[in-house]
């Protein structure tokens, strides 16, 4: 089964920055954890207390990356296929940041789409 583990949250001041990781394990029907991993969309989310989650980036299997308004030119997404990880690089982070950031992992077949999350990780950037 697939599983994705965030780590790397964390209290920082304002204008800091943290680096958030996403490993993923597990198969996906015939596939092992590698195959799976370099075919799929992978994504950082967020959720605030009281608010909906939000999308924060996504990363193609071919590297192309999306990120919301409110974080470009301040995060960065990356992925490892070697080592079946996604990253995310968050620097000049503002106290609007504060939210539990989940990975998720986009597997798309023509017999639909099928999404997986990662339990989160709690960033909270002090003023």
């Known amino acids: 089964q697939v599983q994705l583990v965030e780590s790397g949250g964390g209290l920082v001041q304002a204008g800091g920055s943290l680096r958030l990781s996403c490993a993923a394990s597990?198969?996906?029907?015939?596939?092992?954890?590698m195959d799976w991993y370099r075919q799929a969309t992978m994504g950082w989310y967020r959720q605030a207390p009281g608010k909906q989650r939000e999308l924060v980036a996504l990363i193609a299997s071919g590297g192309s990356a999306d990120y919301a308004d409110s974080v470009k030119g301040r995060f960065t997404i990356s992925r490892d296929n070697a080592k079946n990880t996604v990253y995310l690089q968050m620097n000049s982070l503002k106290s609007e940041d504060t939210a539990v950031y989940l990975c998720?992992?986009?597997?798309?077949?023509?017999?639909?789409?099928?999404?997986?999350w990662g339990q989160g990780t709690q960033v909270t950037v002090s003023s």
């Open positions: 597990g198969s996906w029907f015939s596939l092992n954890t």
């Open positions: 998720k992992a986009i597997i798309t077949r023509i017999t639909g789409r099928y999404n997986y």
